[in-house]
C-alpha cells in the first residue's frame, strides 16, 4: 500500500506537534512546510521544506504533483493570505483540507481590553499625548508604528525588524516564547508599560503577557482576527489526528 502523504502548513508549535505524533505512525508520509520568514526556525520532527509556492495555483500544483492525500492548515492564526490560498488549493487540487487553529484569547475579569481590526487603527487609537506601549505584534507589522512616532514603543520579535523602524525612542528585544507570568510583569514595570498593543493569536506561548496586564491594570488594544476561509477546522492538536484517522484507509488507522 502507497503511503499516505500529508502537507502541514507550519510555522507554529501546533504544527510542530502534530508532525511529531505522525511520525512514527505506519504508512504516513509527512512534509512539514515552513514559509521561511524566521531567520533561525526550531528544529522540526519530520522532512520540512522552506518558502512559498506561488499563490493558490502554486500549491495547488504541488499537491498534486507530489500525490498528496490532504493538506493541514496549522500556519499562525493571522497567516490570512497563506490560509486563504490554501482553502482555494484545495477547491482546485481535490485534496480534502484541515485548518488547525488554536481558540482565541477571552477576555477575563480585570482585563481592559480595547477590540481594533487592524494594527495601524491600534497604532492610531493611542492619541496625540505619548504612551509607553509594548508592540507585541511581531516584526512584520510593526513599521506601522512610525505613524505614531510621539509614543516610547518596546518592541519584541523573534527576528530583527527589517528595515529598522523610523522611530526616535524605541527598544528593541529579540526572544521567542513562551514566555511566563512574573518575567512578563517584570518586563512591564521596567519599561513602565501602559499600553499593550497585540494580536488574539491564542495560545499559552504568549498569553503570560495578557495575564501580567491584568495584574498591572495596564491597557490592551487587541487585534481580532480576519475570518478564516470555509474549511474543516479544529482547535486542538488531538482533534487533528482524530480528522486524520477519518480520512486514513482502514488498514492505516491507529488500533489496527
Same mark, same amino acid.
Given at each position: 500500500m502507497a503511503a499516505y502523504r500529508v502537507l502541514i502548513l507550519g510555522g507554529t508549535s501546533e504544527a510542530r506537534a502534530l508532525a511529531a505524533a505522525l511520525r512514527d505512525r505506519d504508512g504516513l508520509d509527512i512534509?512539514?512546510?515552513?514559509?521561511?520568514?524566521? *531567520?533561525?526556525?526550531?528544529?522540526q520532527p519530520v522532512s520540512i521544506r522552506i518558502g512559498g509556492f506561488g499563490g493558490a495555483e502554486g500549491l495547488a500544483a504541488f499537491l498534486a504533483e507530489g500525490k498528496f492525500d490532504l493538506l493541514v492548515d496549522a500556519t499562525h492564526p493571522f497567516a490570512?493570505?497563506?490560509s486563504a490560498n490554501a482553502a482555494e488549493a484545495a477547491q482546485i487540487s481535490g485534496v480534502p483540507a484541515v485548518a488547525l487553529r488554536r481558540p482565541q484569547w477571552r477576555e477575563e475579569p480585570g482585563d481592559?481590553?480595547?477590540?481594533?481590526?487592524?494594527?495601524? /487603527?491600534?497604532?492610531a487609537a493611542l492619541g496625540t499625548v505619548?504612551?509607553?506601549?509594548?508592540?507585541?505584534? $511581531?516584526?512584520? *507589522?510593526?513599521? /506601522?508604528?512610525?505613524?505614531?512616532?510621539?509614543?516610547?514603543?518596546?518592541?519584541?520579535?523573534? !527576528?530583527?525588524?527589517?528595515p529598522p523602524l523610523a522611530l526616535a525612542d524605541a527598544t528593541f528585544i529579540l526572544d521567542r516564547g513562551p514566555f511566563v507570568l512574573d518575567a512578563e510583569l517584570a518586563l512591564l514595570r521596567e519599561y513602565r508599560i501602559d499600553t499593550?498593543? /497585540?494580536?488574539?493569536? $491564542?495560545? !499559552?506561548?504568549?498569553?503570560?503577557?495578557? *495575564? =501580567?496586564?491584568r495584574a498591572l491594570g495596564i491597557e490592551?488594544?487587541?487585534?481580532?482576527?480576519?475570518?478564516?476561509? =470555509?474549511?474543516?477546522?479544529?482547535?486542538?492538536? $488531538? *482533534?487533528?489526528?482524530? /480528522?486524520? !484517522?477519518?480520512?486514513?484507509?482502514?488498514?492505516?488507522?491507529?488500533g489496527v
Open positions: 512534509l512539514l512546510s515552513l514559509a521561511g520568514r524566521t *531567520e533561525n526556525p526550531s528544529t490570512a493570505r497563506i481592559r481590553w480595547i477590540q481594533f481590526s487592524t494594527i495601524p /487603527a491600534a497604532i505619548p504612551r509607553r506601549v509594548f508592540l507585541a505584534t $511581531g516584526r512584520q *507589522e510593526a513599521h /506601522a508604528a512610525e505613524a505614531a512616532a510621539q509614543h516610547f514603543y518596546l518592541v519584541r520579535s523573534v !527576528d530583527p525588524v527589517t499593550i498593543v /497585540a494580536k488574539n493569536s $491564542g495560545g !499559552d506561548a504568549t498569553y503570560a503577557k495578557i *495575564e =501580567a496586564a490592551v488594544f487587541m487585534i481580532g482576527r480576519a475570518v478564516a476561509p =470555509a474549511m474543516e477546522t479544529v482547535e486542538t492538536v $488531538g *482533534e487533528a489526528l482524530a /480528522a486524520i !484517522d477519518h480520512r486514513l484507509p482502514p488498514a492505516m488507522k491507529r
